[in-house]
T-cell receptor, first 112, second 115 residues
């Protein structure tokens, strides 16, 4: 099946720092979604991207749909302790709109 | 409150003993899906359903069954569980809106251990 590579796998940052993570696909995707998962809970949708080149913000979060349609990026500005969790990218390609492929996740830990 | 619920949240069972994990949503969503989450592998789709009586295989359907007799419920059935089905399972649902893919909303998860 399709592969989504997400990096970094984990990161420690200090409170107040900006965070960047990305996701790359082995094939073209038509849509990218970014989710966050807190411990013991299900993933929660953060941002959805539907068009190549699209840049969308949700508070301190900004995500971009790469021009090549094979990658996406998520940035978190001025991180705070509640940003701790696992961030997943997910996407689908043409013809598989009803199926989401997920990345392996980026574990974010914030130190005070 | 709009939500996806799963039961049980935790289950320990033995190899070969049939079990069902229930999933229910109160948002009148047409689309529902099951995923399993394993360390280092992210979430992988098991089965999904576009509407009542319409189900299809995801990426890892072997060893699982589903049914969709009512819009709100989408149970996951393991007829003969094996240890390699030990995992964290999530149910998700969404509207079949005009935008693809559907923006799925997840339940709290069911942690299954098969010994």
């Amino acid at each position: 099946g399709q592969q989504l590579n997400q990096s970094p796998q984990s990161m420690f940052i200090q409170e107040g720092e900006d965070v960047s993570m990305n996701c790359t696909s082995s094939s073209i995707f038509n849509t990218w979604l970014w989710y966050k998962q807190d411990p013991g809970e299900g993933p929660v949708l953060l941002i959805a991207l539907y068009k190549a080149g699209e840049l969308t913000s949700n508070g301190r979060l900004t995500a971009q749909f790469g021009i090549t349609r094979k990658d996406s990026f998520l940035n978190i500005s001025a991180s705070i302790p509640s940003d701790v969790g696992i961030y997943f990218c997910a996407g689908s390609s043409a013809g598989t709109a009803s199926k989401l492929t997920f990345g392996t996740g980026t574990r974010l830990q914030v130190t005070l | 409150e709009a939500q996806v619920t799963q039961n049980p949240r935790y289950l320990i069972t033995v190899t070969g003993k049939k079990l069902t994990v229930t999933c229910s949503q109160n948002m009148n969503h047409e689309y529902m899906s099951w995923y399993r989450q394993d360390p280092g592998l992210g979430l992988r789709q098991i089965y999904y359903s576009m509407n009542v009586e319409v189900t299809d295989k995801g990426d890892v359907p072997e060893g699982y069954k589903v049914s969709r007799k009512e819009k709100r419920n989408f149970p996951l059935i393991l007829e003969s569980p094996s240890p390699n089905q030990t995992s964290l399972y999530f149910c998700a649902s969404s509207l079949k809106s005009g935008r693809f893919p559907y923006e799925q909303y997840f339940g709290p998860g069911t942690r299954l251990t098969v010994t």
